[in-house]
């Protein structure tokens, strides 16, 4: 394959108030090449493929398309398509109520009077040549998600793009139907088209891609060919870290305790959406689970919390067997969990900062036994000055708190259940330094008052200030536990890659 | 510092409620001028030799009663599920059904009977509610599909109890709550919608209900994570609607002293839904006043009332009351409030209040 360019960005920028969310990035795709667009959260990647797609407009740079004469301006979702940029995204953007192939034509523009038998023996020839496993007149719906995501993809092919850009694609499919896309996704580059491939899965980036670019906080790391950056050196890249960098984590004392009494215990627990998995917890042991975003740490912990449907496995608490399955019989049983969503899963937005703080307990308390008045203020009162909750009152809707704030009144929430296991899921996600800061304090303190506390943070310096052992996982497994001498970043990092490096 | 607390929930408070209480404030003075003498209230002797209350202000709230209650269960619906049951209105004739048929069966009507004939379509209520309540919350159907179901149905199945008849009853027990206690001089439907509210309070002062709907219907997910089970939140709150079907069931059928399984209440579900919504409650879920949803009941009676005072024909009622609400509803959207909220910037509280009378006339 010639090496033709067949999308070029250069010095793109994009500001949003507050957050310089692209810094002069470049970005080439080729005729005929899969590229890989990898960066942790917040490297720019969506802000980028928004550029492109036409759904923000950028502060600076520029864009050349292959076949479209000059600069390319793309103000619109619209002007992308017309330009020969297509995007299926993670989630189906089609109709599940009609079928294939009106899927396959619909809002084209081609007029109102479309014959039917004319554009079902188009999408049939499609489907064919592209070896997608759909008929014309099925109704998309009783198709499988994957083969939804090729119809979708079929449809970008017939109005032919030249830039495919799949975000987040396999997500939700199993191998089987990775597998089926990839195939797709060979296919389509055979025939001279540009696929930019954005996922967080490492492995499937080395089965099917040709080069990789790299962002990260908004800036371009670079742009590398396969054979050229294993896998380690790219988890370096996008954390940021150099894997020479010896990490000096002095001034804490990491307490091993795992000759301590064990709080909890778990053998081969498994939910809907984590797979079975092996997991004990020491008193007063602080642990963490790392691994990419999709990695699954957040699944494996909402098992333990019974947030998901629990499909099996053996629960101790204390030593003592226990039936885990819904949130309220792990709360019952003394865990705590905050969840990765703060807005999503956490707050309750139009109630105040103190239904807030007082919901577990009230909870945990039971249905008959409302807290009276004095003490609801009595536990607000002592809880936001125990953590500084900066509110006007505890009458304050905690939707209007800033997002550190409302973490706060999460954590107080939990506090006041006094745990014997607290959850911490990205406790400190979105949240300014300073409190960053207090929350890794208060997780050490809460550790030498013997509770448990499991703490996952997409930072790694974070984590290996405040934990004692890690867990690391990947594409849904744990690959490897830390403890001692281990708990450097390089070694992180080798686990997190995996393959020869560890 | 409190005390500006203090100020600014008070404002909060009468934010809500600020939409009931302008129109009933606008109803009265319209009125007012309209006939000075429209809420003079007088006592009289009725037929059955009381003496008792009688005016224009009486049989208002005397008449709301039913939507009354019925808009304390619809106000907790909403809370929780973000929907509203329009099937209230079938549910309540086959529960006076159920009332009717006890009544008629007993060999003598006694106070025992009518408490055990209630009791009865109290139950049968309560299983209706369920049944809207777990497609709701079970099967996660939409409240006013699923309810759409007993709103289909639900007055022929009042029609197969009593045989396809209108039967009557006549005791001096049921024609008491229709109407007067002997020796009381206020309507008893009235009394009965003052034990409700009591009840209702006393219900939200010694369980967590109040809190768990509020989270249910603000944040499902995050109330799961909290331990609250959400289906059961759902379902109970429909519970709780049928409990004040049977109620409204109830007051209807003793007023008339007979059930007319396709008269008895109709479209009152209409009527309870606009109740909450005047009372300021978001019908899409979350927070709720009852006391809004009981003034919104109000309101609408009043209005009723006054447009039959004016000598507004049956059929154009509906056409009044129409453009009334759309005002109503309109002032009390939120892109009217962010407006005046704008317009009034730091003189909230009084300020808020005053130019809302101004708008208002």
Redesign the interface.
Known sequence: MPNETVLTMRGISKQFPGVRALNKVDFTLRKGEIHALMGENGAGKSTLIKVLTGVYGKDAGTIWIDGVEGEAHIHSPQDAQNAGIATVYQEITLCPNLTVAENMYIGRGEGLLVKRKDYEKKAGEILSTLNIPARPKQQLASCSLAVQQMVAIARAVDMNCKVLILDEPTSSLDDKEVQMLFSLMRDLKSRGVGIIFVTHFLEQVYEVCDRITVLRNGELVGEYVIEDLPQVQLVSLMMGKDLDELNNMSGFERKDKSAAEVTYEAENLSSEASKAFDFRIHKGEVNGFTGLLGSGRSESVRAIFGADKVTGGKVKMNGKSVHITKPYEAMKNGIGYLPEDRKRDGIVADLSVRENIILALQVMKGFFKPLSRADMEKFADEYISALSIKTASKDTLVGSLSGGNQQKVILARWLLTHPDYLILDEPTRGIDIGTKLEIQKLVLKLAEENVSVTFISSEIEEMLRTCSRLIVMRDRNIVGELTGDQLTQTQVMKTIAGGEAS | MSEM?KA??KSGNIGQLMIPLIAFGLLIVFNLIRDPSFFSIETKLNNTGNTVLAGNLISIINGASELAVLAIGMTLVTAACGGQDISVGAAAAIAGSVFVKIVRGAADVNGLTVILAFLACCVVAMIFGSFNGMLVSVFRIQPMIATLILYTCGRSIAYWINGGATPTISSPITSAIGSFIPGVPIPTPVIIVAVMVILFNLLF?????R??T??VG??Q?????????TTMIKLLSFILLGVCVSVAGCIGVCRLQLINHETLLLDIEMDTILAVAIGGNNLGG??FRISGSILGAYVIQMLTTTLYAMKVSSTDVKAYKAIVIILLVVIGSPVVKRWFTKKMGNLRGAGLRRAGAKEGV
């Open positions: 607390k600014m929930k002062r010694f369980t967590t209900l809190l768990y509020q989270a603000i944040n997910s995050a109330a799961r994570l909290n331990g609250i089970n979350g927070k």
